[in-house]
């Protein structure tokens, strides 16, 4: 996907019926196709108007929203969000069954959380705790150290490096389980993608300062 724009939907990294049983094709097809399509549609159609902010990377419009025009402002906030956030979302999900972190990941979740196990239930009560729509994130501060926080509607939670998000708006999820995020939440938990996360945490731990932690 371009990072700036015109802004095109990134496809669906696996088939329709790949993540079945936990999530099932027209609940991909929806949550992909028409809401993630929507929010690709909304900030390129606000953006179409403002050539001065159409080279700027997705990353830099979403920490910037409170310096652009009052009346894009809050447009940029919410679709720029929901472009991000939807394409993290999607890309850290596997239709193999997930094997657990590994590496420096590993070892991280061992020192921040005390092990996978604490940190599912920190993801879990964030997921079943944020008040309506939005997310909940596994993210990194630069020195490597995780945590686990939660946001509302489309915000994202920079300047910390979110390496995990399960979206717990209910468009992610009632077609399937209704109004049950406990059990949909259990059922995504079954489909992370560990491997390419624990790469992903790699990497960053690679290119930090000698000097951190
Ligand atoms: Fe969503």
């Known amino acids: 996907m371009e990072n700036h724009y015109p802004f095109t939907l990134p ?8 993540l079945l049983p936990e999530l099932d094709e027209r609940t991909l097809h929806f949550h992909h196709d028409k809401h993630f399509q929507t929010y690709v549609d909304n900030l390129n159609q606000i953006l ?6 159409q080279d700027w990377p997705l990353e830099k ?3 910037n929203w409170t310096s652009l025009p009052e009346d894009i402002r809050q447009g940029v906030r919410n679709n720029a969000g929901g ?6 979302y999607f890309q850290t999900m596997a239709p193999t069954p997930a094997s657990a972190p590994s590496g420096k990941l590993e070892q991280a979740i061992a020192q921040d959380f005390g092990g996978l196990s604490e940190l599912k239930r920190a993801m879990r009560t964030a997921a079943l705790g944020q008040f ?18 939660k946001t509302a509607n489309q915000d994202v939670p920079f300047p910390l490096i979110p390496l995990l998000p399960v979206d717990v708006w209910e ?26 996360i ?13 000097y951190a932690k």
Do not use: C
């Open 11 to 18: 496809p669906l990294p696996y088939g329709y019926d790949a």
């Open 48 to 53: 179409e108007r403002y050539p001065d902010y």
């Open 61 to 63: 419009l979403i920490q």
């Open 83 to 88: 472009v991000y956030n939807h394409g993290l």
């Open 132 to 149: 309506g729509s939005g997310w909940a994130w596994l993210v990194s501060d630069s020195d490597g150290r995780l945590s686990v926080h």
């Open 171 to 196: 468009h992610a999820y009632y077609l399937g389980y209704q109004n049950r995020r406990g059990d949909y939440f259990e059922s995504w938990w079954r489909l992370i993608d560990w491997p390419q």
């Open 198 to 210: 624990s790469e992903t945490y790699g990497k960053l731990m690679e290119n930090r300062p000698p």
